[in-house]
């Protein structure tokens, strides 16, 4: 054997090898998309389910989502409607209730005033008596000029 045919013999073995390291690559790459595209096609199985009911669930929450804003609609309307009806009892009745609990209260205090007898010897002011109602700047003291 001569050297050139034991270099040949050794490239042979050397390419029988290389071949056989990228056969198994290749059978193991196989292995490995063929388990991809198992898993794909179960993702894929259970996917389709899965949107199929978040869709139904999206529609749902959409029909509720109109009925809530109709809902809304006429909450708001009834406020409005309540806001007007408060603003018109306080105009019509507020004045006139205002100035029926005033009468009231000048009523109660000159009935007040008519069952205390009187007495002399409070303080006088000019032209009233005292607890009439005037502030303390107002009234003018003559107690002590007597």
Avoid: C, H
Avoid at 28 to 40: F, N
């Amino acid at each position: 054997m001569s050297g050139g045919e034991v270099a040949g013999i050794l490239v042979a073995v050397f390419w029988a090898i290389l071949v056989s390291f990228l056969a198994l690559a290749l059978v193991r790459l196989a292995q490995t998309l063929r388990a991809a595209t198992r898993l794909v096609t179960e993702i894929s199985e259970q996917a389709v389910p899965l949107l199929t009911d978040a869709t139904a669930a999206l529609r749902s929450a959409n029909a509720q989502l109109a009925r809530v804003d109709s809902i809304t609609a006429d909450v708001q309307e009834v406020t409005a409607n309540a806001s007007a009806l408060s603003s018109t009892v306080s105009s019509a009745f507020g004045g006139p209730l205002v100035k029926v609990a005033a009468f009231g209260y000048g009523v109660r205090r000159a009935m007040g005033r008519r069952a205390e007898p009187p007495s002399g010897s409070g303080t006088v002011f000019v032209g009233r008596t005292a607890g009439d109602g005037l502030p303390s700047s107002r009234r003018r003291s003559t107690r002590g000029k007597g």
